[in-house]
């Protein structure tokens, strides 16, 4: 089963909480439709700038958004985003309250789900039809909570085309290696915590 198309949410955690999160978003069945990576560079196609573009525009629809590090990839996309300024939290008085259908407003699926359609719905003014199946349904996040968790991953983003030979989502990497398996290699658990470290803000 691909671990994208699992529930993949920390149970309990509110995802509008004012955070640091990694995010991995990849393309339907693995496609490599959005570049090529040739001597450690991603050379985008047509659609891997729409990607791009779009989400430099998410602070635009989302003000409560800051950008941070990101990278598109041949068949997926990597970000670090931070909530700010998001003052819609569950409180002991207001608990979290799951919509009927959809994520909850201001929450980071609801950022995420608003990224992909734009994406989906560009492409398509491109050329009618082609953002069909674009996107997995789901996503990857990690829930950064230290600064060395933070550097790591901003490491990560910005070497990701130089190890794309062992990247997990490479359809032809011979030993690829997961993030989560190469985060707790430098000694960082699951959430990013790591006891020794002082929490970020």
């Known amino acids: 089963m691909d671990r994208y198309r699992e529930h993949i949410r920390l149970p309990g955690f509110d995802y509008r909480e004012n955070h640091a999160y990694f ?7 693995r496609s490599c439709i959005f570049g090529a990576v040739a001597e450690g560079k991603v050379q985008l196609t047509q659609r891997g700038i729409v990607v791009e573009q779009c989400w430099k525009d998410v602070p635009n629809h989302h003000p409560f958004v800051e950008l941070d590090e990101m990278v598109v990839m041949p068949n997926h996309f ?4 931070f909530f700010v300024g998001n003052d819609v939290a ?3 008085a207001s608990p979290i309250r799951s919509p009927a259908h959809g994520p909850l407003s201001r929450s980071l699926s609801a950022v995420i789900g608003s990224f992909k359609s734009a994406v989906t719905r560009t492409v398509n003014q491109m050329r009618p039809g082609t953002g069909q199946g674009l996107w997995q349904p789901n996503f990857y996040e990690h829930i950064i909570r ?56």
């Open 23 to 29: 995010v991995t978003v990849c393309t339907g069945s």
């Open 146 to 201: 230290t600064d060395r968790g933070l550097n790591l991953i901003r490491d990560y983003i910005t070497n990701n085309p130089g190890q794309w030979a062992q990247d997990e989502h490479n359809p032809a990497a011979q030993s690829p290696v997961p993030f989560d398996r190469w985060l707790a290699a430098r000694g960082m658990g699951d959430a990013g915590v790591a006891a020794t470290e002082a929490t970020l803000p």
């Open 90 to 92: 569950a409180t002991p």
């Open 78 to 81: 990597h970000a670090t985003i």
